[in-house]
């Protein structure tokens, strides 16, 4: 019985309409203890693939948190200055307009500090009213070289500024910087310069 099982089973993409893995016609010729053996084969291969995918989702979730969690020890020892020259880097952002509050906006200026491989948001206050401000969160991320501004929910995207390593940001550079990210800044001035590590001479 088993061979005829596996050879009716071997013409599984020849038909249309299948019960339980089995062509129609195929099926129609079966006795009940043939569909019985086809439906049990049938429901333990489903369950075999459900607990690989299931194995193989929570081995991509773990290696998706270590890697999470070595990018943020990375990044921690950055700050604490234990990195190679232009891991640490200042960048402030003042004029020009944000859109907050559904227009564009002149606003407060900012400036913050990124480690390379860090990934954040960035609280942004209008400057326009003394009794209502509009608040908003700019994207920023730094990794190898790159200094991206505008990012959609802090990750990578093309509509963001994009600035490159510049030997000019040792003593800082400045630039006049256009987004098409979620606050489009318009005419800001991005000023970047680098932070010294352990050991570092300036």
Known sequence: MLWRLLFLLMFLGACSTTHFGVPEEAWNRMGEAERLEAMRGYNER???REEA?????EARRQGEREAALAR???VRAIH???GRPGDLIRVSIQGGEARLGGKHRAYAPLAFSLASG??????VLSAEHKHMSYRARLGVAYEDG???ID???AGNDARAGHLTFDPAWRHGGRYRLDTRGPLELRGVEVMVSTLPMWGERR
């Open 46 to 48: 489903a369950r075999l």
């Open 53 to 57: 995918a299931q194995r193989e989702a």
């Open 72 to 74: 943020e020890v990375r």
């Open 80 to 82: 604490e200055g234990r």
């Open 118 to 123: 860090e990934v954040r948001q960035v609280e």
């Open 146 to 148: 790159l200094l991206l």
């Open 151 to 153: 990012t959609p929910d």
